[in-house]
């Protein structure tokens, strides 16, 4: 369920950022990144969707979904606010749920984070 919920949330916002959006535009405008960090959000999001989907890839796409949510959550405290353009911090409010997601997922899959950065599995 945590890898649906956080592909999901990352997903549905495609459509906004590939289509350029009035509301994707100004975010990404305000950021002063608007349209390459547009696409290239997009992009990073498609690729940790399709990551967390697939079981052998969970783990580097929990770890992408946390880099790209962390910068979500800096861009919103830091310039954006927490409600943008009138959602009532809805857009942020995902931003924490993927991040949380992904974050638990990393929980659950720790032996195989730990094999990736080369610890073994204490008895």
Known sequence: MLRIVAAVIMLQT??????????????????????WGRILTGVAELIASVMLLTPRTVVFGALLTIMIMAGALATHLLILGIEVKGDHGQLFAYACTAFGCASLLLILHKD?????IGKTRSA
């Open 14 to 35: 495609l459509y906004f950022k590939f289509t350029a959006q009035p509301e994707s535009i100004y975010i990404f405008s305000t950021v002063g990144v608007e349209p």
């Open 112 to 116: 195989r984070v730990a094999a990736l």
